[in-house]
């Protein structure tokens, strides 16, 4: 049994942490979030300890370490984006390893820092890369492996995910903190195209606004075409209809790719490999996240060129 630490107990994507943690097995010693909307604790852990101001929790696991002889072997990271990489630095250098969601962090140069603190500390960061493990993706990977080796896959990729209000108020709609919406809430879309289809060649962006975002990616074998979108008006009808409120679609060669199930249990499975040693580290997350940097620092060009037929969508 590991013990693990949480930070950002009280976000969106923690309880499928919570859940993979008692899953396999574990222990949740303590969480620390500054809003204190965590009763999904009791669901899983009700005797973990619960922190709201950084400091004490800190203090707490220190006092774990050397009072009571308990150590902490992982700390799970689902704080705010641009926190990610001082999260993880804390993990490594309270002498554990780190699971942190997607975006590992929002720059490139971060990451080779972090590799630096690694080195030091002797301890590992492991990204969240779930879609890695879905098992529509995999068998995708698996095609396109076995595929000629000058084949270009033409991808078509749609995620219309509806957020309220709420979204553009809090820190997700601050692009300094969550690298916009391409980055909050595609960047592992970027990491899948890229771990399937091979090297980015081109990076074009048509559209980058607080509520959608559009490009074209070309990789060593695929043209993709991408639209994302926090705006319910861009559902199709027949979504809106069932009272649904995101649409996923990727569609290779004109062939529609179903992988709109098999989500929830995803977080356990890779937390599964973590645990084997075969988790995703800092190298696996840099492609997705040069893409993600890439794209919200080019000037967007309109509809020119390849684009997603819903960028010129009226709403």
Same mark, same amino acid.
């Given at each position: ?53 950084? &400091? ?80 529509? #993706? ?91 979108? #926090?705006?319910? &008006? ?20 004109? &062939? ?38 890439? #794209? ?20």
């Amino acid at each position: 049994m590991k013990n693990f630490a949480l930070i950002g107990a009280a976000g969106y994507i923690a309880p499928r942490h919570m859940k993979a943690i008692k899953d396999t097995n574990n222990l949740l010693l303590a969480a620390y979030d500054k809003n204190d909307s965590v009763g999904i604790i009791d669901s899983h852990f009700p005797t973990a300890d619960f922190f709201v101001e950084f &400091e004490r929790f800190d203090r707490h696991i220190e006092k774990l370490k050397y009072e009571q002889d308990l150590f902490l072997d992982y700390v799970s990271i689902c704080s705010p984006n641009y926190l990610h990489d001082a999260h993880i630095r804390f993990a490594l250098r309270s002498g554990a390893d780190a699971i942190c969601e997607k975006p590992l962090v929002l720059n490139p140069w971060n990451i080779d820092k972090l590799q630096k603190v690694e080195e030091k500390t002797g301890k590992k960061v492991y990204n969240i890369l779930q879609l890695r493990v879905h098992p529509s #993706i995999i068998a995708l990977k698996e095609k396109v492996k076995n595929a000629k080796k000058d084949t270009k896959f033409e991808v078509d990729l749609t995620y219309l995910t509806s957020r309220g209000n709420w979204y553009h108020t809090s820190w997700k709609g601050d692009k300094s903190k969550s690298g916009g919406i391409a980055t909050n809430i595609g960047v592992h879309f970027y990491d899948m195209l890229s771990w399937i289809f091979g090297d980015i060649q081109e990076n074009v962006v048509h559209v980058h606004e607080e509520d959608r975002a559009a490009g074209y990616l070309e990789f060593e074998n695929a043209r993709v075409k991408w639209f994302l979108s #926090i705006n319910a &008006e861009y559902l199709p009808k027949e979504v809106k209809e069932k009272g649904n409120t995101t649409y996923r679609s990727i569609t290779i060669d004109g &062939e529609e790719l179903e992988f709109s199930g098999g989500f929830t249990d995803l977080h356990t499975m890779v937390y599964k490999d973590i645990l084997e040693g075969k988790g995703y580290g800092l190298d696996a997350a840099k492609t997705a996240i040069q893409i993600v940097h890439d #794209i919200r620092n080019t000037k967007p060009i309109g509809a020119k060129g390849d684009y997603h037929s819903l960028i010129t969508l009226k709403k």
